[in-house]
């Protein structure tokens, strides 16, 4: 069934340096990839999404591409801030058991630790 | 910006007691999801809803229930919380298949 893998954490960074978090999914048909945020305390929120193969989803300097060849769905950023500090999760969507609907399926997140 | 409430925030309760953990959503959408989130951060489906009266059990075996009677309103009830629930429960819902999910801010339970 589809599902994602990605980096373990904590990834621990200091500020202005470059950030890559390795994304794998494994899917049937071509579902929408996502990446979803969380910060302490809070529910996720989508940070950016691509819809199709060779799409670039970007927002807030992050960035990431649909890559079908190698099943990919990296997270990059140039130069990270303290305020990225949170958890990040790659995501996609599986049918469900009935085939009635589709699930969004979760990472088991990467949490992100930006020290000034 | 996302629609999506739900109460309380933060509970503390006594073993054995019956709660509610409420969600609703203006948003309209059909779908509708529970997880819960261990401390390691990963999410567990316990329950979904694809429209009015429709509920499934999801990946991770819940003594909840939930009930769809409303569009917008999808509450999960415990009848008999034990320390084992104490976790961070996330609603979210969404508009179709292949789309984003929206997600309240969660309620943190911890039953003692």
């Known amino acids: 069934g589809n599902s994602v893998t990605q980096m373990e954490g904590p990834v621990t960074l200091s500020e202005e340096a470059f950030l890559t978090i390795n994304c794998t999914y494994t899917a049937t048909g071509y579902p929408s990839l996502f990446w979803y945020v969380q910060y302490p305390g809070e529910g996720l929120q989508l940070l950016l999404k691509?819809?199709?193969?060779?799409d670039k989803g970007s927002n807030k300097g992050f960035e990431a591409t649909y890559r079908k060849e190698t099943t990919s769905f990296h997270l990059e950023k140039g130069s990270v801030q303290v305020s990225d500090s949170a958890v990040y999760f790659c995501?996609?969507?599986?049918?469900?058991?009935?085939?009635?609907?589709?699930?969004?399926?979760f990472g088991r997140g990467t949490s992100l630790i930006v020290h000034p | 910006e996302a629609d999506i409430y739900q109460t309380p925030r933060y509970l503390v309760i006594g073993t054995g007691k019956k709660i509610t953990l409420e969600c609703s959503q203006t948003m309209g959408h059909d779908k509708m999801y529970w997880y819960q989130q261990d401390p390691g951060m990963e999410l567990h489906l316990i329950h979904y809803?694809?429209?009015?009266?429709?509920?499934e059990k999801g990946d991770l075996s819940s003594e909840s229930t939930v009930s769809r009677i409303r569009t917008e309103h999808f509450p999960l009830t415990l009848e008999s919380a034990r320390p084992s629930h104490t976790s961070q429960y996330l609603c979210a819902s969404a508009r179709g298949g292949n789309t984003e999910a929206f997600f309240g801010q969660g309620t943190r339970l911890t039953v003692v």
């Open positions: 995501a996609l969507s599986r049918p469900s058991a009935s085939g009635g609907s589709y699930i969004p399926t």
């Open positions: 691509a819809t199709k193969a060779d």
């Open positions: 809803s694809y429209g009015v009266n429709s509920t």
